[in-house]
């Protein structure tokens, strides 16, 4: 393709992100999404996720159209269908998040006619633009999803998170729901990672949740039901002064909630990937792998209980 011609087809057609399957590496990818509309504001940009997360992600800005992307444990016939449906839709690139095969076929199938991923096993036939991911270059996950969006080479500007749209009824009905007090501030507790499923709560933890509460503060649990049991142990560890969540909330309601707080204390996951995209004050309790860690986009590391201490006053000085 000529380069005059490739200036014509830009101003024209869709443009279409496949998002991961995985919750973790998906919330990790958001900024791309930023990118894309900062590099091409004319061009109406939609989105394929994974069911559990449609909700989530029709929430986003600038997000036109949310379409459904199939697991990978799918049968092919699925994702051949998902491409044919596709076709005629107006789109002139798309970009493939996940590295398996499975998900290339979708933009092939759909006769789109730039592709944009990573290299992997089998997927030559499937796109048009391969990359080849750069650890040395991009160590952070988020950062090597972003580099997708601009050409080889190219510096990454500083990450743009897309924004959220609010919901003020939908966060009314949680505040009714679960009996909050608007006129107090919200801090949220998101254990999530291994290094809270221990029995025994650190001290140093339970010393910054104690000025949480002296602050005259609400302090609201959420995790997922599969560590209702770490949640359901720090509740005990504070004496049952922690209203928790675990397990009740949806990823809406959890956006919603997060919307509300004043503070995020987390272990170093997708629920603090989540509070940082909401630009939530956000204090991380445990650490994850770098690549994958939210420190690098912008999230508080715990360094001593004294300097949490005053990243804490601070999040509520706020108020």
Known sequence: MSSSHRL???????HLVLLPENVDQLLLALPILGDLKARYP????????PAAMMGLIERLEGIERVWQLPSVQMSWKTFWRAGIDLQGQGYQ???VLPNQFKPALIPALANIPERTGYRAAFRYALLIDIRLARADLHPHFSDRYRALAWDIGEPLPTPRWPNWMQDSSAQQT???KWGLDPQRPLVLLAPQQAGWTAATPQP?????LQTVQEKDAQLVCIASRHHRLAAESWQAALDGRCLNLAGELSWLEVLDLMTL??????????????AQSLA??????????????AAPLGASGWSTTDEAQIWLHQALAKV
């Open 42 to 49: 004319a061009r109406p940009l939609d989105v394929m996720a």
């Open 280 to 293: 939530r004050p956000t204090l991380l309790l445990s650490q994850a792998p770098a690549q994958q860690s």
């Open 93 to 95: 690139q798309a970009w």
């Open 8 to 14: 014509s087809v830009d101003t024209l057609g869709r």
């Open 261 to 274: 707080s004043q503070a995020v204390l987390a272990d170093d996951g997708p629920l603090a990937l989540l």
């Open 204 to 208: 140093e933890h339970l010393a910054l």
């Open 174 to 176: 949680l505040i009714n």
